[in-house]
């Protein structure tokens, strides 16, 4: 049998009754034991100047809604100098001063909010029997979250998109404590310095490659150390190695003409074309002579390395289809060629004078996009007085010795970066072929094998010598790699010998992302702030 102190929603609260309300849930009338101490000058008083009743929403009992009417009393306070002439009983142990609910039913929705959201934590709260609204869930959310936070020491700095490739969102970590400190609605230098200047106590900032996060540490934090993240410095060295590697030829998987063929036609322009053309009547011819063998269109792209669907669409015509280009805008420069030609050959080569003369005509383009198209046709101009040269050939692909297709960049640079102990045998074929056909794979898997091994250690002191060793390779995207480490070299030089990364944050924005498409990518920064924060500090 439930007693009338279980009703009670704290000791120092004496229940008088217990009723069931014709509109259904339970009524709990109880008084709050008198006190009569005055909150500012703390004398007690004995004077009564009269009762008030508060009504608060409390925890549901058997999935039905109660309500407390709790009588509070009112004393006069006697003190003359005091400023407060009446004052009530302190209730902050049952509800907060203007409250509509007690603090542990507070304590319910700020979870519930905190976990789930505004509309999904009303469904739930609605279901336990606490009728509250999302707005009133949201809004006592973010009341909670304007807490303050622990002083943080080691922070990580990331970026995260609001919207893919237009927008970003800046997040910072406590990487001490593993929890996200604060959401920046930008990505600016001036946002996260600003920022970093309202926090002199910070000591060591971890953060990506980018500029923008270097210069506003140094703007708002000179006395902290920049760490750079070993992972994307890692992920920067493989796109090197891929750059040097796209050398090689595009490596499609699917090519069906020879090494030879591929090779000349790369010389000059025309011959391509032709060569291309030649090629998807050839490609057209095997994929009907497989069609003719009974294959299925499955078993098709299989064997030539083509989607199922494009197997089926040239199936399905007679001759190889054309790739159709696009009609040209008014955005393109190549829409005002005619006009562009004719001032180009009366002398205006000023890529300035030219836009303001086909802006006249109706060009809504960007300056940036006309000068591509300048710098063509002086290239063709150099060339010309020039005189004939020999174009170096592009170095041959190296083929997959067990399929015979090229192996492509992205294969060999990841291939490049990975220790020989964690290579299966297949791919330890793959590294043994690239290193036989590519004389700079063998070198740049050398550098990469070396460069893991110093950011795996805890000296930096080679990582000079490394980056003497690959300026000295020749190879362009290695060289160009070596010299933007030199440029960062205190924050890479930390990497090595602090053991702080960006892990934290990264995973943190996995987090964020998945609470920003849970609400429908409705959510502001202050809504993502006080769900991202650690509910420990929303209490």
């Known amino acids: 049998m439930i ?35 005055c909150p500012d000058c703390g004398l007690h008083s004995r004077r009564r100047h009269g009762w008030r009743q508060r009504r608060l929403q409390d925890l549901p009992a058997h999935g039905d809604k109660v309500t407390i009417a709790l009588w509070v009393c009112r004393w006069r306070c006697l003190a003359s100098t005091c400023p407060r002439r009446t004052f009530s009983d302190y209730t902050s142990s049952i509800a907060r001063p203007f409250a509509r609910r007690t603090s542990r039913a507070d304590d319910i929705v700020g979870h519930l909010g905190h976990a789930t959201g505004g509309r999904p934590a009303e469904r739930l709260l609605r279901r336990l029997g606490v009728g509250v609204s999302n707005d009133t869930v949201l809004r006592h959310l973010k009341q909670r979250a304007e807490s303050a936070v622990p002083p943080p020491t080691v922070i990580g700095i990331d970026d995260w998109s609001w919207r893919k490739s237009q927008t970003y969102g800046t997040i ?61 410095l890692v992920q920067n060295l493989r796109q090197a190695i891929e750059e040097q590697m796209n050398m090689h030829g595009r490596a499609t998987g699917r090519a069906l003409l ?6 000349s036609t790369a010389n000059h322009l025309l011959r391509s074309r032709l060569a291309h053309r030649k090629s998807r009547e050839e490609i057209f011819r095997n994929i009907h002579a497989l069609r003719d063998q009974g294959l299925s269109c499955s078993e098709i792209g299989r064997r030539t390395g083509f989607p199922r669907r494009s197997v089926a669409k040239w199936l399905n015509s007679d001759s190889p289809p054309d790739r159709r280009r696009a009609a040209l805008k008014p955005t393109s420069p190549w829409y005002f ?50 005189g004939p040269t020999d174009t170096p050939l592009p170095l041959v692909p190296v083929r997959d010795p067990q399929t015979g297709h090229a192996i492509s960049p992205v294969v060999a640079a990841a291939l490049c970066i990975k220790p020989r102990r964690k290579l299966t045998a297949y791919q330890a074929q793959k590294v043994d072929a690239l290193k036989a056909g590519s004389p700079s794979f063998a070198t740049m898997r050398s550098l990469a094998m070396r460069f893991q091994c110093i950011l795996r250690g805890d000296q930096s002191a080679p990582l000079d010598a490394w980056i003497d060793l690959a300026i000295e390779t020749g190879i362009p995207p290695i060289m160009r790699f070596s010299r933007t480490l030199h440029r960062d070299i205190e924050a890479v030089r930390n990497a090595i010998e602090l053991p702080w990364s960006n892990g934290q944050a990264e995973g943190q924005i996995n987090r964020l992302k998945t609470l920003k498409r849970a609400m429908y990518g409705r959510a502001g920064p202050e809504l993502l702030r006080a769900r991202m924060l650690p509910l420990r500090h929303t209490n």
């Open 3 to 37: 007693s009338k102190k279980h009703w009670s929603p704290g000791s120092e609260v004496s229940v008088q009754g217990v009723k069931r309300r014709d509109s259904g849930g339970w009524l709990v009338s109880g008084v709050l034991a008198p006190r009569g101490i």
């Open 172 to 232: 910072i970590v406590d990487l001490e404590r593993q929890t996200v400190i604060d959401i920046l609605p930008d990505r600016s230098v001036e946002s996260c310095a600003s920022w970093l200047r309202q926090h002199p106590e910070i000591e060591v900032i971890s953060r990506d490659r980018c500029g923008a996060y270097a210069k506003a540490a140094r703007q708002g934090a000179p006395q902290a150390l920049q760490v750079a993240d070993r992972f994307h």
């Open 258 to 263: 020879s090494d030879a063929e591929n090779i």
């Open 337 to 386: 060629e005619g006009l562009l030609a004719d001032l180009w050959k009366q002398g205006i080569r000023s890529g300035q004078e030219l836009l303001i003369e086909i802006q006249r005509h109706g060009y809504e383009g960007s300056l940036s996009h006309l000068q591509r198209l300048l710098a063509g046709w002086r290239r063709d101009e150099q060339t010309a007085l020039a």
